[in-house]
């Protein structure tokens, strides 16, 4: 089974207290999209605010052998949105609960029909 990755925050590629804009992504309706976050070693899982109505489906954390983290996301767009209608999320971590530094990403999801070959038929 082989799946698309939608969104990618990178926490780990530097120590920029700059918040990440992700590029745009779409999701298709009644379906739903992933989102895959690295987070230095020592920083917390992010907090996940997601607009309603999506919803978060699942969510997995792992740390590696170098005792970074990776967060896997599963979102779900409900079949009673509008095809063409925009949500907002956020990512937000800090290193522990002293928070002495804090990181945060935002992007938009925009609800499509679905997946479309942008190549011509042949």
């Known amino acids: 089974?082989?799946?698309k990755l939608d969104i990618v925050v990178d926490f780990a590629a530097g120590s920029s207290t700059k918040p990440i804009n992700v590029p745009e992504c779409s999701a298709p309706l009644n379906g739903g999209l992933t989102a895959l976050v690295f987070l230095p070693k020592g920083f917390t899982p992010p907090d996940?605010?997601?607009?309603?109505?999506?919803?978060?489906?699942?969510k997995t954390v792992t740390v590696d052998e170098?005792?970074?983290t990776v967060c896997f996301y599963v979102f779900y767009v409900p079949p009673n949105v509008s095809?063409?209608?925009?949500?907002?999320?956020?990512?937000?971590?800090?290193?522990?609960?002293v928070r002495r530094e804090t990181r945060s990403?935002?992007?938009?999801i925009d609800v499509s029909a679905g997946d479309v070959d942008p190549s011509p038929s042949k």
Request: net charge negative.
């Open 1 to 3: 089974m082989s799946f």
């Open 48 to 58: 996940l605010t997601l607009q309603p109505p999506l919803r978060l489906a699942s």
């Open 66 to 68: 170098r005792g970074d």
């Open 83 to 97: 095809l063409g209608d925009c949500f907002d999320y956020s990512f937000s971590t800090s290193d522990g609960p």
């Open 105 to 108: 990403a935002n992007g938009t």
